[in-house]
């Protein structure tokens, strides 16, 4: 069944990994704009090639910077995106399951009732004695499949 708790559940695991990525995401964007701030505040920038450092030119190493935030920028807002996309059939989905519970809750709820209207009520009931007279009437209430 498409609308199981299951689905939910399963839904609600790809709607907790996706919000973690969005929050290493939002990490990784922050160190970067620091970087950006550091890089606006030294005049000297190097550069880790191997096991060397190398001098690197500061508009250079800004155009780098300015990239990564472009390219985590465009990332965040994807994911973002699927994320809240993944909210809402996450929604849609307890919604659906809430449905069906509420389904099943009145047709239970019926079947206790739906045999009131198939009986009939006899109100009253000779008792035969074993001498096979009538000795008494009765006021009995049964009930009795139609």
Do not use: W
């Amino acid at each position: 069944m498409a609308s199981s708790p299951a689905a939910v559940r399963e839904l609600q695991q790809d709607l907790e990994s996706q919000a973690n990525a969005l929050s290493k995401i939002q990490k990784d964007i922050a160190k970067n704009h620091q970087e950006l701030e550091l890089l606006n505040e030294n005049s000297n920038v190097y550069k880790l090639i191997g096991p060397v450092l190398v001098k690197q030119d500061i508009a250079e190493a800004n155009a780098n910077v300015r990239k990564r935030i472009e390219y985590i920028s465009v990332e965040l807002k994807r994911l973002d995106g699927t994320l809240q996309d993944s909210e809402d059939k996450q929604n849609s989905k307890k919604e659906s399951v809430l449905q069906l519970q509420q389904k099943i809750q009145t047709l239970q709820a019926g079947k206790s009732k739906s045999y009131l209207p198939f009986v009939r009520t006899v109100q009253s009931f000779y008792l035969l004695s074993s001498s096979g007279y009538s000795s008494m009437l009765f006021p009995v209430k049964t009930f009795l499949p139609c």
